[in-house]
């Protein structure tokens, strides 16, 4: 293994460099999610309306 004896370098360089990077670029926000409970009470009510439907259909036929 070799050591760099360079009296010029800063070994905390380049960590301060990096929390200066990371403080200046914070992680975009991830998009809002749409809920999806809407969509699962839309589906059981479609298939309740069939079934409504199919047994009104069987019930007078």
């Known amino acids: 293994m070799t050591q760099n ?4 370098m ?6 301060q460099h ?3 990077f990371v403080d200046d670029n914070p992680e ?3 998009a809002p999610r749409r809920p999806i ?4 009470l839309a589906g059981v009510g479609l298939v309740l309306g069939i079934a409504i439907i199919v ?5 007078f036929a």
């Open 18 to 20: 990096f929390r200066r």
């Open 10 to 15: 800063d070994p905390a360089g380049t960590t």
């Open 28 to 30: 975009p926000e991830e």
């Open 37 to 40: 409970l809407p969509l699962v």
């Open 5 to 8: 004896n360079d009296p010029d």
């Open 55 to 59: 047994a009104l259909v069987l019930a």
